[in-house]
């Protein structure tokens, strides 16, 4: 079992930064692909960004590149989120997740496991 928590999650005026970090506990040699996604009220979840999936070694959302930039401490058994240039349109849920191997780093059901999420509100 592999447990995720994540935080950093905050309010900022657009323009500003956030750097989201997920803690991975458990048994952290049975993943490998890891990913942020996030779920704005009323819409679906979409993928931010991901690492060492089948798709690319680093991938990003287009509403992203640029500005945002996922990153991992294998030594902290940590993933972060570092968002820069933030959007009121970047506002929403994040949630980290996990997965044995990702084929497709934006399809949320190929994951195994996910954080209880942390709150991004940007003000415009």
């Known amino acids: 079992q592999v447990q995720l928590v994540e935080s950093g999650g905050g309010s900022v005026q657009a323009g500003g930064s956030l750097r989201l970090s997920c803690a991975v506990f458990?048994?952290?040699?049975?993943?490998?692909?890891m990913g942020w996604f996030r779920q704005a009220p009323g819409k679906e979840r979409e993928g931010v960004a991901a690492m060492y999936t089948g798709t690319c070694t680093t991938c990003y959302a287009d509403s992203v590149k640029g500005r945002f930039t996922i990153s991992q401490d294998n030594a902290k058994n940590r993933l972060y989120l570092q968002m820069d240039s933030l959007k009121p349109e970047d506002t929403a849920m994040y949630y980290c997740?996990?997965?044995?191997?990702?084929?497709?780093?934006?399809?949320?059901?190929?994951?195994?496991?996910w954080g209880q999420g942390t709150q991004v509100t940007v003000s415009s």
């Open positions: 997740a996990t997965g044995a191997f990702v084929a497709t780093w934006f399809r949320w059901d190929e994951y195994n496991y």
């Open positions: 458990g048994d952290t040699y049975s993943i490998y692909s």
